[in-house]
């Protein structure tokens, strides 16, 4: 286990979460040539992902209740939070169990969203040492909110690329999900190196549907693309549209286990909470 490479991680995470948040704002490029001023605050995908270390660095695992209740104690709509994810911690915090409350979303089917998979990058970094471990906690720390199979992929895929620097990314990730939409837009991504990131979006997904199959496997591309530059990894993400802080959070949580995330981006970045 490594608390400090989790923290790096963390880092990465957070940093490309909240510039990429700041792309939303009408009439802005959607280029990096110029980083916009002032402090960037960040999104629900930092929160929960400070939560998510906070619990690693002082139980060493996932505890699901405790998690459950802290991401419900936590949960500001004002950062960002997705409908249905408002409606799931909020029947936590009432009270409902997670694991009833988490199969209400999506119809019973449980949510098959990107927020899992949004988080889970600084627990890759965490149990780097143990890829089983990577899997089993990723999976835990997936379950509290995303019952669905595909929410779990994609948290199980970003727990393990973070997991794996200086690895083939798409063979460790690969090797470890089951069939499913996830794996096969993995496999494509694999595939579409070496196209343009516009490519890549259109065939891949961008976020822009917020789901892990609509997200992963772009993410996973971008880390493969461009595996030593955490900055040109962001300016893709951002480039691509859609969910641009969520991607960027992902890629970013797991590049910084490969390269270095900017101070001067750090700098700018909202203090964090929790830990």
């Given at each position: 286990m490594s608390f400090d490479r989790?923290?790096?991680?963390?880092?990465?995470?957070s940093v490309g979460d909240a510039l990429g948040a700041q792309f939303f704002v009408p009439g802005r490029s959607r280029t990096l040539d110029v980083v916009p001023d002032g402090t960037w605050p960040w999104t629900d995908d930092t929160e929960m992902a400070c939560l998510?270390?906070?619990?690693?660095?002082?139980?060493?695992e996932v505890d699901q209740d405790r998690l459950a209740a802290s991401f419900?104690?936590?949960?500001?709509?004002?950062?960002?939070?997705?409908?249905?994810?408002?409606?799931?911690?909020?029947?936590?915090?009432?009270?409902?169990?997670?694991?009833?409350?988490?199969?209400?979303?999506?119809?019973?089917?449980?949510?098959?969203?990107?927020?899992?998979?949004?988080?889970?990058a600084p627990l890759g970094a965490f149990f780097a040492d143990d890829l089983d471990a990577v899997v089993t906690q990723a999976v835990r720390?997936?379950?509290?909110?995303?019952?669905?199979?595909?929410?779990?992929?994609?948290?199980?895929?970003?727990?393990?690329?973070a997991a794996v620097p200086g690895a083939d990314v798409f063979d460790a990730v690969l090797d470890?999900?089951?069939?499913?939409?996830?794996?096969?837009?993995?496999?494509?991504?694999?595939?579409?190196?070496?196209?343009?990131?516009?490519?890549?979006?259109?065939?891949?997904?961008?976020?822009s549907r917020s789901t892990a199959q609509d997200s992963v496997p772009f993410v996973l591309w971008v880390v493969a693309t461009y595996a030593d530059d955490y900055r040109a990894a962001i300016g893709a993400c951002v480039e691509a549209g859609g969910d641009m802080d969520t991607t960027?959070?992902?890629?970013?949580?797991?590049?910084?286990?490969r390269a270095e995330v900017p101070q001067d981006w750090l700098?700018?970045?909202e203090p964090l909470p929790f830990v």
């Open positions: 989790a923290r790096r991680s963390l880092d990465g995470l998510l270390l906070a619990e690693l660095r002082d139980r060493g419900a104690e936590h949960c500001d709509p004002y950062r960002g939070y997705g409908p249905g994810a408002v409606v799931v911690l909020h029947r936590i915090r009432d009270g409902v169990p997670w694991r009833e409350a988490a199969a209400t979303a999506y119809r019973g089917e449980g949510s098959c969203g990107n927020g899992a998979a949004m988080r889970v720390s997936a379950e509290v909110t995303h019952l669905h199979p595909e929410g779990i992929a994609g948290a199980v895929a970003v727990a393990v690329a470890h999900l089951d069939d499913g939409q996830v794996r096969r837009g993995v496999a494509d991504a694999r595939r579409l190196l070496g196209r343009s990131t516009a490519e890549a979006a259109y065939e891949l997904g961008n976020g960027a959070a992902m890629v970013g949580g797991i590049l910084a286990c700098d700018r970045r």
